[in-house]
């Protein structure tokens, strides 16, 4: 399997270079590859719930879609874990839409000889990221008055896979 780069390399959020082409089917991206969240509603969402959990994004910023899932799968173990399987309801409000690309740079004896460089560089798929502002929610969490504390901590978890700091809000659900 290839190699990350740092998530430092892709938290900035920039209007990519967009290819134009008088030919319509040059003009997008090809071979993606897929998206890694696998679930975005997770427990059960036939119930009403009372409360309301958030976890808030503060400033603006690009979320790499395998960091979402990592907090996805850590949020639901604990709930898991913590609350019945049946007494919960969490919502990932953020959709991986924006494809990342590289340019990835020879190195090496001879490089020098067959590289274009970085002129016009497009560059090749190679995962997708969410672009937030300050204030999306990231992460719902639906759940009982008893369990407020559980579903709190929950965000807290998915917090620390996520490549910056976030709010906690907690509100009540108005039917």
């Not at 590859?33 to 975005?40: A, D, G, N, R, S």
């Not at 700091?165 to 009540?172: A, F, G, M, T, Y």
Request: charged share 25%; with cysteine; net charge positive.
């Amino acid at each position: 399997m290839a190699k990350l780069r740092d998530a430092h390399s892709y938290r900035r959020v920039k209007r990519a270079y967009t290819r134009h082409s008088k030919l319509r089917s040059k003009g997008y991206i090809k071979g993606a590859p897929q998206i890694k969240v696998t679930q975005y509603d997770m427990g059960n969402a036939k119930i009403a719930y009372s409360h309301e959990v958030r976890l808030v994004a503060t400033r603006k910023i690009q979320i790499r879609d395998n960091a979402l899932e990592a907090a996805r799968q850590t949020a639901a173990r604990w709930m898991d874990l913590n609350c019945a399987k049946t007494g919960y309801h969490i919502k990932l409000r953020a959709v991986p839409h924006h494809i990342l690309r590289e340019n990835p740079l020879a190195s090496g004896a001879g490089a020098d000889r067959f590289q274009q460089g970085m002129s016009l560089a497009y560059g090749n798929p190679i995962g997708h990221a969410v672009q937030t502002k300050a204030g999306k929610i990231l992460f719902s969490f639906f759940i009982d008055a008893a369990h407020i504390d559980v579903a709190k901590e929950a965000a807290r978890k998915a917090n620390t896979k996520l490549p910056m700091r976030c709010l906690i809000e907690v509100s009540e659900v108005k039917a």
